[in-house]
């Protein structure tokens, strides 16, 4: 048996036991007893998975099939049915027996298929993301699975791969990666092979790459030091596993109903049966009688009803491309107050997009957006510019496409950029200038390259041009004007650099939120390199300015969610001001003097605990934010009684993802960790995505509580019929069976057609839920408390008045039985809107309302007539008179709910 030992090879030297990035590279091979020129041998690297085991974060321990279906019985009313379910069958009534086991069966069953769904999806979005990387083996250079990757393997990594595992770099070529997802840094982090002190940070450890990051830039080589779960990102993945899982809304109010609801049915069920001893009654009887009380109160159909209801909720997003891992997310959602939102790719387009180009003396506007090809470069009259018309536009977007290690690629239909994202756009952008990169460097071939580096704030590349090269540069505006001596005139002509002017063109764009560029050119001779010490030798030729767009789609969603009374707040590693451009494009911010509109990650550090949470509600962006500080965000958040949703796709978010009362985490670029952690899986990373799934949330959320409003009344007056019937020593209006018939036969004829009900249309102007407001409001507990008596007052009057016109007990109990029924039948329409009336809602709107009742009706029908039927429920046929009479009872409990709706209008509109 593979003997899984961590994933990491330690120097036999103690004394030289010093962490990989503290060792010269050399001897970090040689301890790992590998080679750089030849890598592993294929038996070697087999010999090593079998000791080590893929390299895979482990999946987090799942409970078995049996654990999953017994945990769907893990309710206080389940206990109360099954206890119920004994006792009826201790006393012999097994057909009695069987159904109460019958209906427990079928809830689990329907709570375990749709688990099960849930995490397949998960499964299947799991897929999509597995990784290869290149590897040295047998001296030769084959590309593998990553799952394959053991330590010792000589892993070669270039602009667009995805790190495998993590490396210590023993070969460096202007390598740059994006280490966002695990130390949340919000630009690419130049490498190098160095040797670093043990103490250093992984945030600051140049000489090392980790498993889940991305190169950007350049290309490298390094020897595997760590897979699995030994990574970095394996050990934020076991603290995260250990992290405690809040409970939602939904469920801490159904526990606390369920509760409540448990005693007050067991108080009942012992008062049912001392009452009747102390009346005389034979005690056999009494708990036959308390069985009845007990069976008739519990919502039997609740626990399916809330399953089947979460799972439409579930099917209607996955439509809407989220992956719900926890059906109870999808009433989270619903009881959102706050939206913590990344703004990189799920509020905005996650593309960098070049929007204007200033040249010394003109300025442009570039339309299209993303990485495809439509647009233009316009003039500021509107008419489309060309190369042609002014030589400093043209350079611009030569140096922007030559002086770039970026290349654009379509996969799937769509154009996609192997390299850094801002090259990328500057492609794009010279392409719409009719630059054409493959034409220009087959004139002009490059020959040499000066990397960007932070210290140099410039990337510079040379060409040949025959007698001489040229030089072509691109960087930070106020380091490229340090190299220039002159600007381009339109004609081509060189002027005297108006250094002044070019800061102020750059801090303006920069104003709007644009990450800005200086372009430059100079010439050289043959035999010469680009010598910045040479002092002031190139002519600026103009200025790119880009950003990542909104998506239009996250505009409109943010302005629904404010409609909907829910507040959006924007976190990003950008600077302030682009911070604050941003969000006022999307939409985002408190209203004018209700405290400060950004916070940075630094002004957050240095708040009073005390002042932490009412700092953090009325703020709405949040700049140069690390993924630490996400966590920290959300419990201040928490800590002020709101309900929070949190996005993130680092694996640095995943504690705060945990923390979030649901933390959804993103499909396309999201690592594996936060989507572990996450309650829901966004597969198209886009904000819009969460305004509906919130809609969706609260759709399901009043089906449950138009559900619950419908079920109470009847499982509360059976209850309390048998109740009364013992206090008054009268007969029992109802049997035990035909309790079980009402409850069974109608939660799931009438009552589940409203888990089908359309989403109201003003579900999405109201205001949030506060999250302590109990299940049921005091209105509608009113109504419940109206319902419950009608059906009492009825069922009793009804059954003596047939008892003394000459009625069988069966014929009575018949009509008693039909009135509960026919009841519930009307009150169903009744519940299709707590607040509307019938016709408001369209009484076509949920036919499945409508087939529900047509099958309660031949069930009904059956149960009366029917002569197997009634020996086996103890009923009897009835006339027409009968009928006329308890419709009429049961119209009444609808009208007056009616008149309820209408008053409550009334006085709400007069409110306003």
């Not at 999953?68 to 004994?86: C, D, I, S």
Request: hydrophobic share 50%.
């Amino acid at each position: 048996m593979p003997d899984h030992r961590p994933a990491v090879l330690r120097p036999p030297d103690p004394a030289s036991d010093d962490p990989h990035h503290a060792l010269v590279a050399h001897q970090v091979v040689l301890l790992l007893e590998s080679d750089v020129a030849t890598g592993l041998s294929t038996h070697e690297a087999r010999e090593r998975l079998g000791r080590f085991g893929p390299n895979e974060l482990p999946p987090a321990a799942a409970a078995g099939p049996l654990v999953r279906f017994a945990r769907q019985m893990h309710h206080p009313l389940v206990y109360v049915l099954l206890v119920a379910g004994a006792v009826t069958a201790a006393l012999g009534n097994h057909v009695d027996a069987g159904v109460i086991f019958g209906v427990v069966v079928v809830n689990a069953v329907v709570g375990f298929v749709q688990e099960s769904k849930a995490e397949a999806a998960l499964d299947a979005l799991r897929s999509l993301v597995r990784t290869e990387a290149r590897v040295l083996r047998d001296g030769r250079r084959q590309t593998i699975p990553s799952a394959e990757l053991v330590p010792g393997d000589v892993v070669v990594v270039e602009a667009g791969d995805k790190v495998p595992a993590d490396l210590r770099l023993v070969e460096v070529a202007a390598l740059q990666v994006d280490e966002s997802a695990l130390t949340g840094e919000s630009v690419p982090v130049p490498k190098e092979e160095v040797v670093l002190p043990p103490e250093t940070s992984v945030a600051d450890r140049s000489n090392m790459v980790y498993s889940s990051t991305l190169v950007t830039h350049g290309r490298g080589a390094g020897v595997v030091v760590a897979t699995g779960a030994e990574t970095e990102v394996g050990e934020i993945h076991r603290l995260v596993g250990a992290a405690e899982d809040l409970a939602t809304p939904l469920t801490r109010k159904l526990t606390r109903f369920s509760r409540v609801l448990t005693v007050a049915i067991l108080a009942l069920a012992a008062l049912t049966f001392m009452v009747g001893v102390a009346r005389g009654e034979r005690a056999a009887a009494m708990v036959s009688a308390a069985v009845a009380l007990a069976v008739g109160a519990i919502p039997e159909g609740l626990p399916a009803a809330v399953t089947i209801t979460l799972a439409i909720g579930v099917g209607r997003m996955a439509r809407r491309r989220a992956v719900v891992r926890r059906m109870p997310a999808v009433e989270t959602l619903g009881s959102t107050t706050v939206i913590c939102s990344d703004k990189t790719g799920t509020l905005t387009e996650n593309q960098m997009t070049v929007g204007a180009v200033w040249t010394p003396e003109r300025s442009y506007r570039v339309t299209g957006t993303g990485y495809g090809p439509e647009g233009a470069v316009l003039d500021p009259s509107g008419a489309p510019a060309t190369v042609d018309d002014d030589e400093a536009l043209g350079w611009t977007m030569a140096v922007g496409a030559a002086c770039n290690d970026a290349h654009l690629a379509t996969a799937d239909g769509h154009r996609e950029v192997a390299g850094d994202p801002t090259e990328g756009a500057l492609l794009v952008a010279a392409g719409k200038a009719g630059v054409d990169r493959a034409r220009w460097e087959a004139g002009f071939p490059r020959v040499a390259t000066v990397p960007f580096s932070s210290e140099r704030q410039y990337m510079a590349t040379l060409h040949d041009a025959g007698d001489h090269r040229l030089v072509l540069v691109k960087g930070a505006a106020e380091r490229v004007l340090q190299l220039c001596s002159a600007q381009m005139r339109p004609d081509g002509s060189a002027a005297p650099v108006d250094e002044p002017a070019t800061l102020r063109a750059a801090d303006s764009l920069a104003e709007d939120g644009l990450r800005v560029l200086a372009f430059a050119i100079g010439t050289v001779g043959r035999s010469q390199s680009f010598d910045e010490e040479a002092g002031r030798v190139l002519t600026l030729t103009g200025l790119v300015a880009m950003a990542d767009p909104p998506r239009p789609e996250a505009i409109a969603a943010v302005q629904a969610c404010h409609t909907a009374g829910i507040d959006v707040k924007m976190i990003t590693g950008d600077h302030r001001t682009t911070a604050m451009a941003i969000a006022g494009q999307i939409g985002i911010g408190p209203p004018a003097g209700d405290g400060p509109r950004v916070l940075t990650g630094a002004e957050l550090a240095r708040l009073a605990p005390a002042e932490y949470p009412a700092a953090v509600e009325r703020t709405s962006v949040f700049a140069r934010v690390s993924p630490e500080q996400k966590l920290r965000l959300v419990q201040g958040l928490q800590s002020r009684g709101h309900v929070v949703a949190m996005t993130g796709d680092g694996v640095n978010d995943a504690p705060a993802l945990r923390q979030a009362d649901i933390g959804v985490a993103m499909g396309e670029g999201g690592t594996e960790v936060a989507k572990d952690a996450a309650d829901m899986v966004l597969t198209d990373d886009d904000f819009a995505t969460i305004e509906a799934a919130v809609e969706e949330g609260r759709g399901v959320f009043d089906n449950l509580t138009k559900f619950i409003a419908w079920t109470l009344p009847t499982n509360m007056g059976e209850g309390m019929v048998v109740l009364v019937a013992i206090l008054l020593g009268a007969t029992l209006p109802l049997m035990p069976v035909q309790i079980l018939w009402i409850n069974m036969t109608t939660a799931v004829a009438l009552g589940l057609m409203l888990a089908f009900e359309p989403k109201e249309a003003d579900i999405m102007r109201r205001r949030p839920r506060d999250p302590r407001q109990p299940l049921l409001t005091g209105p509608l507990v009113l109504r419940v408390l109206v319902m419950s008596a009608i059906l009492v007052g009825g069922a009793m009057w009804l059954f003596h008045w047939e008892r003394s016109n000459g009625a069988s007990i069966a014929e009575a109990r018949t009509s008693a039985l039909n009135l509960f029924v026919a009841t519930e039948a009307f009150y169903l329409f009744a519940c299709r809107s707590l607040t509307k009336a019938v016709w408001q809602v369209g009484l076509l709107a949920n036919r499945w309302v409508l087939g529900g009742v047509a099958v309660q009706a031949a069930l009904q029908a059956a149960i009366t007539y029917v002569p197997a039927m009634n020996s086996l429920f103890g009923t009897a046929p009835i006339g027409a008179g009968a009928w006329l009479r308890l419709l009429v009872l049961a119209a009444a409990g609808s009208v007056l709910v009616a008149l309820d709706k209408r008053v409550r209008r009334v006085v709400a509109a007069r409110r306003q």
